[in-house]
């Protein structure tokens, strides 16, 4: 068989440059550093792939945080804006009110006014009549017996 001797040779000859196969029984072999170093790289990786989710985390809280604040605000400006506008349509029902109540009391005004200019206007009429009322009994005979003069504007 033409196969066996390059076997037996391969016993005789060096073992292949595998670097990248870690060997446990044999710690100071190259492959055995080289697995180290590699363990070491992708410890750092696992450290640099952490340290970055937690710069992540940081930037999403910051975000959340920022967009908290913003609702606050937006919160406030909102109930401002709903103080203000209540505060403006009480005003207005005020304003309206007193639009309302002012012609009201005006006419009230007037229709004093108007009682008042009417009874002004009776009581000069009423008065001469009732001093006449009063004193015609014992006047007017008397008057009309001495003299048949003007009667009206005087006392007698």
Known sequence: MPRSPPSSKSCSSPPPSSGDIYDPAVP??????????????????????QQVQQQERMEQQRQQQQQQQQQEMQQQQRMEQQQQQQQEMQQQQRMEQQQQQQPQAMQQQQLQQEVQQQQQRQQPQQQPHRHRCTTSP????????RSHGPLIGHPW
């Open 28 to 49: 100071d072999s190259p492959a055995h550093s080289a697995s180290s170093h590699q363990h070491q790289q992708q410890q750092q990786q696992q450290q640099q792939q």
């Open 138 to 145: 014992f006047i007017l005979p008397r008057i009309h017996t």
